[in-house]
C-alpha cells in the first residue's frame, strides 16, 4: 500500500497488488473505495465502511480535485 495523497485529515492509497479498474482507498475515520474512471467521467464511491455521508462526499471531493494525478500514479504502480 503506498500513500499517494494526504488531505483534510484523510489519507488516500493505492494497494499495490490491486485490481483494475483504476481506483484508491481513503482513510478517515472510516474508509472508502473510490474509482477514478476517466477524464470525461467523474469519479464515483463504490462502497464506504465506518464513514458518514458528509465524510464520503469530502472523500470524493479530494478524489475529484486530485483525479489527474492519481491516475498517473495507478498507472506508475500498475502499469
Excluded: C
Amino acid at each position: 500500500m503506498v500513500t499517494v495523497h494526504r488531505a483534510s485529515g484523510m489519507r488516500v492509497v493505492i494497494y499495490l497488488e490491486d485490481h483494475p479498474p483504476a481506483h484508491v482507498h481513503v482513510f478517515g475515520d472510516g474508509e472508502a473505495k473510490i474509482e477514478l474512471l476517466g477524464p470525461d467521467e467523474e469519479p464515483r464511491v463504490v462502497w464506504t465502511k465506518g464513514m458518514n455521508r458528509a465524510e464520503a462526499r469530502r472523500a470524493l471531493a479530494i478524489i475529484r480535485a486530485q483525479r489527474d494525478d492519481l491516475l498517473l500514479r495507478w498507472n506508475e504502480l500498475h502499469g
